[in-house]
T-cell receptor, first 109, second 114 residues
Framework: EDKVVQSPLSLVVHEGDTVTLNCSYE??????LLWYKQEKKAPTFLFML????IEKKSGRLSSILDKKELFSILNITATQTGDSAVYLC?????????FGKGTSLLVTP | NAGVTQTPKFQVLKTGQSMTLQCAQD?????MSWYRQDPGMGLRLIHY???????DQGEVPNGYNVSRSTTEDFPLRLLSAAPSQTSVYFC?????????????FGNGTRLTVT
């Protein structure tokens, strides 16, 4: 059975802190791993990772994939209150995109 | 740019009623899918389609039917609603038959079954 496991499930930090969100996966026919940010409505796409060891970066967010150990991390530096959201990790198994349960991040002023 | 459009945004049904959740995309995407999102459960795949006339089951297909007669539309039917189907439903699409592209999500339909 395919599974994607995220940790921690929730996290509270102060503005300015750096956070690391974890995602491990076990899926058949793995193709790529994706990160999404979900606020009140639809998930919005952050990163897609297909190759091990290559960091993807967008502003204060970055992510990397380890295909040997089957995990990925999402780093957020200098957190802001606007970073408060649920962060979803998902892995493609064939056509299906399998999601983890998400990490709920709250950034307090 | 409309993207993925879902209607209605909210719906309340009584147990046993039927309804169709609508999903349309204007990006000419081949792949479309339906997910449900429940507290503590993440997003779970209900059904998906890789092109017009082709559908397949996801992780939680029971109680739901789909069809794909056009590239643009992918409706989700609940034939006899049950309280366990109370959830937020998301439709999502992506381009191409290959899997190396992200899903684009609609804004969701919040369904309550009483």
């Amino acid at each position: 059975e395919d599974k994607v496991v995220q940790s921690p499930l929730s996290l509270v930090v102060h503005e300015g802190d750096t956070v690391t969100l974890n995602c491990s996966y076990e899926v058949t026919n793995f193709r790529s791993l994706l990160w999404y940010k979900q606020e009140k409505k639809a998930p919005t796409f952050l990163f897609m990772l297909t190759s091990s060891g290559i960091e993807k970066k967008s502003g204060r967010l970055s992510s990397i994939l380890d295909k040997k150990e089957l995990f990925s991390i999402l780093n957020i530096t200098a957190t802001q209150t606007g970073d408060s959201a649920v962060y979803l990790c998902a892995a493609y198994s064939g056509y299906a995109l399998n999601f983890g349960k998400g990490t709920s991040l709250l950034v307090t002023p | 740019n409309a993207g993925v459009t879902q209607t209605p945004k909210f719906q309340v049904l009584k147990t046993g009623q039927s309804m169709t959740l609508q999903c349309a995309q204007d990006m000419n995407h081949e792949y479309m899918s339906w997910y449900r999102q429940d507290p503590g459960m993440g997003l779970r795949l209900i059904h998906y389609s890789v092109g017009a006339g082709i559908t397949d089951q996801g992780e939680v297909p029971n109680g739901y039917n789909v069809s794909r007669s056009t590239t643009e539309d992918f409706p989700l039917r609940l034939l006899s609603a049950a309280p366990s189907q109370t959830s937020v439903y998301f439709c999502a699409s992506r381009s191409g038959a290959g899997v190396n592209s992200p899903l684009h999500f609609g804004n969701g339909t919040r369904l309550t079954v009483t």
